[in-house]
C-alpha cells in the first residue's frame, strides 16, 4: 500500500509539517484526516512513507515533533519529481536529494568502472588508485578482487541504510564520495544545480561519515608506508579512542555483528 501513495498525497502532509513546524505546534492527525478527506490510518500510513524517505518527522514516531527537513523542501519544490531509488538510498543520513543522487550514481560508476579494469585485467593497477597510497604497492590481484566485493557489498549496505562492514569499505567510500563530487560538479557545470544546491548537496556528502560514526579511514590515507599501520595500533591515543585495526591483513576483518562471509575473513 506504501509503495502506491503519489506525489498528490504526499504533499499536503508534507505541507501540514512544515506548517505545524513553523508555528511550533503539534500535528494532529485526525485533524488532518478530516482536513484531506481520508482516514487517520491513510494519513498515518502517509506520513509512515515520509518519515521511510527522510523528508520529514510526523511527531508521531521516534521524533516528538514535526520537522520538515531540507530533503523535504526540495521534493515540494520538485513537485515529487524524484525517482524513487533516490528517495530510498540514504534517507536518515543524507538530508539533500542531490547529494543522495550524487552519491547513488558515483557508486553505480565506481562499480563500473572496477568491473571493466577487472575484465580488463587491470584490477591491481584501479585498485591501487582507490589503495591509501602507502599501501598501493602491496595491492595485487587476491587484493584488487577482494576491494572490488567490497565496493559492490558497500553500496549494497548503504542501500539498505547499513554502516560499511570492515575497513576495506571505508577505504572504497572514499573514492565514492570522490565520484559523488565529480558528479556534483558536472550537474553543477551543465546548469542541473544552481549555486546554492551545489554547495548543499557537496556539504551533505559528510554524512556518509555520520553513518560510519567516525572518520578514522582517513589516516591511512596519511601515513607514508604500511608500517605505519601497525604502530598506530600501540598509539595510546587511538586505543583509548577504540579506533581499529588498519593493518592491510586486517582490511578485509568483518566489524562487530558483521558476518564474516565471502570476502570477509580473519587476517591471514
Known amino acids: 500500500m506504501l509503495a502506491a501513495v503519489s506525489w498528490e498525497q504526499l504533499r499536503p502532509v508534507l505541507q501540514a509539517i512544515g506548517v505545524a513546524q513553523a508555528a511550533g505546534e503539534q500535528l494532529d492527525p485526525a485533524e488532518l484526516a478530516a482536513a484531506l478527506n481520508a482516514t487517520e490510518y491513510e494519513i498515518r500510513a502517509r506520513a509512515q512513507l515520509i518519515e521511510r524517505y527522510g523528508l520529514a518527522y510526523s511527531g508521531w514516531g521516534e521524533v516528538d515533533e514535526p520537522f520538515l527537513r531540507d530533503s523535504g523542501r526540495q521534493y515540494l519544490k520538485l513537485k515529487g519529481q524524484v525517482d524513487t531509488d533516490i528517495l530510498r538510498f540514504l534517507p536518515v543520513h543524507v538530508d539533500d536529494l542531490n547529494a543522495r543522487r550524487a552519491l547513488l550514481c558515483g557508486g553505480s560508476v565506481l562499480v563500473d568502472e572496477f568491473r571493466y ?89 559528510q554524512g556518509l561519515f555520520a553513518l560510519f560514526q567516525d572518520d578514522d579511514v582517513l589516516k591511512l590515507f596519511e601515513m607514508k608506508e604500511p608500517a605505519d599501520a601497525a604502530v598506530s595500533r600501540h598509539d595510546p591515543i587511538d586505543v583509548q579512542l577504540g579506533v581499529v585495526d588498519q593493518r592491510m591483513e586486517a582490511w578485509f576483518r568483518p566489524f562487530a555483528e558483521v558476518p564474516p562471509t565471502g570476502y570477509l575473513h580473519e587476517p591471514r
Open 117 to 205: 579494469a577487472i575484465s580488463r585485467r587491470d584490477g591491481p593497477a584501479f585498485a591501487r588508485e582507490i589503495a591509501p597510497p602507502a599501501f598501493a604497492p602491496l595491492v595485487d590481484d587476491a587484493v584488487a578482487l577482494d576491494l572490488f566485493a567490497a565496493a559492490v557489498a558497500l553500496m549494497a549496505r548503504l542501500s539498505a541504510g547499513a554502516p560499511a562492514g570492515c575497513v576495506a569499505e571505508e577505504i572504497v567510500a572514499i573514492s565514492l564520495i570522490a565520484r559523488a563530487e565529480a558528479w556534483l560538479d558536472m550537474e553543477h557545470d551543465q546548469g542541473e544545480i544552481d549555486a546554492d544546491g551545489f554547495r548543499a548537496a557537496q556539504a551533505e556528502l
